[in-house]
Nanobody, 126 residues
Framework: QLQLVESGGGLVQPGGSLRLSCAAS????????IGWFRQAPGKEREGVVC????????YYSDSEKGRFTISRKNAENMVYLQMNSLKPEDTAVYFC???????????????????WGQGTQVTVSS
């Protein structure tokens, strides 16, 4: 059974950093692209970044370029999201999701992913 578990969220001051983790189990991670998404209260779920199954391709939403970095370690069944220079508007529940992609190798479109984790809360506040 495919399972994703996020961790690493918390409360951080503006300008701070957090590293989110997504632990995968029940499937071969190297066959799946992974996307990170977030949902703030009262807002729709939005894409943050995705990474191809091999880690050779990735796509960022415009607002996260230069601040967030996605990486993966397939041998350890882990995907990470390093978030720097956090802003209050980054406050949301962050989710990782998995699906198999071909061309393109991934996309930050929530409806395109079938398997989701339960999310981890990130709060950016002074």
């Amino acid at each position: 059974q495919l399972q994703l578990v996020e961790s690493g969220g918390g409360l951080v001051q503006p300008g701070g950093s957090l590293r989110l983790s997504c632990a995968a189990s029940g499937f071969l991670l190297d066959r799946y692209a992974i996307g990170w998404f977030r949902q703030a209260p009262g807002k729709e779920r939005e894409g943050v970044v995705c990474i191809s199954n091999t880690g050779s391709s990735w796509y960022y939403s415009d607002s996260e370029k230069g601040r967030f970095t996605i990486s993966r370690k397939n041998a350890e069944n882990m995907v990470y999201l390093q978030m720097n220079s956090l802003k209050p508007e980054d406050t949301a529940v962050y989710f990782c999701a998995a699906d198999q992609w071909g061309d393109p190798p991934c996309a930050v479109v929530p409806s395109s992913y079938k398997s989701w984790g339960q999310g981890t809360q990130v709060t950016v506040s002074s």
